[in-house]
């Protein structure tokens, strides 16, 4: 197949973690993938450029938080390829802070990246899906988004919180043009943290994680990808507007 046969995606953050295994796993699936993410800090470029060498030209710098940065990424796509059919906003950032610890900069800087990314990548992607009369959004989320969790985090659950809102706003805002919009919610996924998984690093939390998830174990980053995937695809034709826990069953207690 080529290029302007396959579907084509943008995911974003997609140097590791969850968007590198969607990545991964669209590609299994013959579809074409943009991936995009910010310049790494200055020490970490070494790996960084051995990731660009599997990248294959296919990888754009981008800010999610930034509208010249989405403008700059859907402009280059549409000039190569033609069409979106595709958009993954998985890009995003963590803390632990609570209500008390948070500062406004710190909340700002986490409802721009988490949140305002998701609205500007939906705003971004559109007007070519409408005149494709065709196209499929899946936002990456979080339980935490639909559940206190364990109280800290404060900002970040307000910036998932807002993503599974939008979804659905823009779900109803773009069904008639035949664009769905869904939301991934992941619960506790083994990723890359400082080179170790957090479960590998045994933060307090890992203990509370695992015994309060009912399947007792964390999960893969290729299980949220599968979800991903299964949302992007015509597989799901009648769902949209819809948030799929990728969870262990940590939402159903
Ligand atoms: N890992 C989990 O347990 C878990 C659980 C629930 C939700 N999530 C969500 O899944 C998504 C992916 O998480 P992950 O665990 O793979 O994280 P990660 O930190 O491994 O990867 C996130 C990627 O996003 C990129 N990124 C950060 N800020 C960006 C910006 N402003 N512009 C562009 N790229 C940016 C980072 O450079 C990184 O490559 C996030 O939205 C996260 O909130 C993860």
């Keep these: 197949m080529n290029e302007v046969e396959s579907k084509i995606a943008i995911v974003t953050g997609a140097v590791r973690g969850i968007g590198k295994a969607t990545s991964s796993r669209f590609k299994r699936e013959g579809i074409t993938v943009i991936e995009t993410d910010l310049l790494p800090d200055q020490d970490k470029r070494e790996t960084y450029e051995e990731l660009l060498s599997d990248l294959k030209n296919q990888f754009l710098i ?16 549409l000039k190569k390829f033609g069409k979106i059919d595709i958009l993954v906003n998985n890009a995003g950032i963590g803390t632990l802070q609570d209500f008390e610890k948070e500062d406004e900069r710190g909340w700002e800087t986490m409802l721009s990246v988490n949140a305002k990314s998701i609205w500007l990548g939906i705003k971004s992607v559109v007007h070519a899906m409408k005149e494709q009369k065709s196209g499929s959004i899946v936002n ?5 988004g639909a559940s206190g969790g364990f109280g800290m985090s404060a900002s970040y659950h307000a910036s998932k919180g807002a993503v599974s809102a939008l979804t659905r706003n823009a779900a109803v805002r773009y069904a008639a043009d035949n664009i769905r919009i869904n939301t991934v919610s992941p619960g506790f996924i083994k990723v890359l943290r400082e080179e170790k998984t957090i479960e590998e690093a045994g933060d307090n939390m890992s203990q509370g994680i695992i015994s309060r998830t009912p399947m007792g174990r964390w999960g893969n980053a290729s299980e949220v990808a599968s979800a991903i995937h299964f949302l992007a695809s015509p597989e799901s034709s009648y769902v949209t507007g819809a948030e799929l826990f990728v969870d262990g069953g940590w939402m159903a207690t």
């Design 62 to 77: 981008h800010d999610v938080s930034e509208e010249n940065s989405w403008k700059e990424v859907v402009g280059q796509v």
């Design 140 to 144: 990456v989320s979080s339980i935490f």
